[in-house]
């Protein structure tokens, strides 16, 4: 009896577990990780400053004018005045951009991070400090001011001649060096709903979206405009809005399956597949084609006391290969990994695959959108 009881408990929760289981979306992700809100995003900021302090690493000044003529700007601003002509030698100071991005709903006096990288011939800015500079935005207004000490972890010596560099030294960071003034105003659901932007359009995602946030809430609350934008109502009170926001982001969603790409970096020769890649029947036949020019010259020297000059008679060795392009058979390929042994059987290098694969994708034997960047 004991027994019994104990095989129905077992398969009690056994059943239990694979109802949950069963309840669970597959491969579901947070609302938040694949969804933003709109209005909440954040503004690029720019500006031009003027880093000091540099041993001897900076602008060459005979080259790149207009870092003495910031130089004198500021001097004049200051109460200095350099008399007109001279010859300013500055080898401690180079001409910088200064960058930062501020965040959504920044208050003023919050801290920043802000990049900073030369614009004229400076050899490095290790060491430097960066003097008061304002950043604007794209409407010409003045939102935060940057200064501060220049973090370039790049080396880069030169002596008699020879140097070693090591990482990039004309560009740095300076965290949280510049601090906000001025606030962007943002408004929440102004008008009582908010637009829900998906970072991938997909008409199944943008339904399965919908549907989750009013299961979530028992009632109809989101409308799918398109395959990217859904539009939600939300309460009027403020913190009632903060609060909602917060748990749609947490609702679990199913994204639809990601459409088919190959992405090829031609400047690097990388290649790069996502998961639904597959490959119809084909064949394929690749042969490389090297061309070898050798320049030889031939010198003619005259004989002596005939008076003939020396001359250089050019001469060049060409020679063309061809290497061996057998025929080769590609089977259907319907997962990634046996797109990979596939490819991989046909010995093609990185260079090679790019033009192969672009030969397969118009042969109509890629079933992927073939994207060059």
Not at 79 to 100: C, E, I
Request: charged share 10%; with cysteine; net charge neutral.
């Amino acid at each position: 009896m004991r027994g019994q009881i104990l095989r129905t408990f077992a398969w009690a929760m056994t059943s239990a577990m694979l109802m949950a289981t069963a309840c669970m979306p597959a491969s579901a992700q947070r609302l938040g990780d694949i969804a933003t809100f709109d209005g909440v995003r954040s503004n690029p900021l720019i500006g031009y400053g003027l880093v000091v302090g540099l041993s001897n690493t900076g602008d060459q000044t005979t080259q790149t004018p207009f870092t003495g003529q910031a130089v004198r700007n500021m001097l004049t601003q200051l109460g200095v005045t350099v008399p007109g002509g001279t010859n300013m030698q500055l080898k401690n100071v180079a001409a910088v951009m200064v960058t930062a991005e501020l965040p959504a709903f920044a208050a003023t006096g919050q801290q920043i991070d802000v990049t900073v990288a030369s614009m004229g011939n400076a050899d490095s800015l290790s060491g430097g400090t960066l003097l008061m500079t304002p950043l604007k935005g794209a409407d010409g207004n003045i939102y935060a001011l940057a200064q501060g000490n220049v973090l370039a972890p790049g080396l880069n010596i030169q002596a008699a001649g020879s140097s070693v560099q090591v990482n990039q030294t004309a560009a740095g960071r300076i965290p949280e060096g510049a601090i906000v003034e001025r606030a962007i105003d943002s408004e929440l659901a102004a008008n009582g709903t908010i637009d829900l932007e998906l970072k991938q359009a997909d008409f199944n995602t943008a339904t399965r979206t919908m549907q989750a946030i009013n299961a979530a809430f028992g009632r109809s609350l989101a409308t799918a405009k398109n395959s990217r934008l859904i539009s939600i109502a939300v309460p009027n009170d403020l913190g009632s809005k903060v609060a909602f926001m917060a748990r749609v982001q947490n609702i679990q969603v199913r994204p639809g399956t990601p459409k088919p790409r190959v992405v090829v970096n031609s400047r690097t020769g990388s290649v790069v597949m996502n998961g639904v890649v597959t490959l119809n029947e084909a064949a394929v036949a690749h042969g490389s084609l090297s061309v070898t020019v050798d320049s030889n010259p031939i010198v003619s020297q005259p004989n002596a006391l005939s008076g003939g000059q020396t001359a250089v008679v050019p001469n060049a060795d060409i020679n063309v290969q061809q290497g061996d392009g057998s025929l080769n058979y590609v089977a259907p390929s319907t997962s990634l990994q046996n797109v990979i042994d596939a490819l991989n059987r046909l010995g093609a290098t990185p260079v090679d695959l790019m033009a192969i694969l672009e030969a397969l994708k118009a042969a109509g034997a890629l079933n992927a959108d073939l994207e060059v960047i």
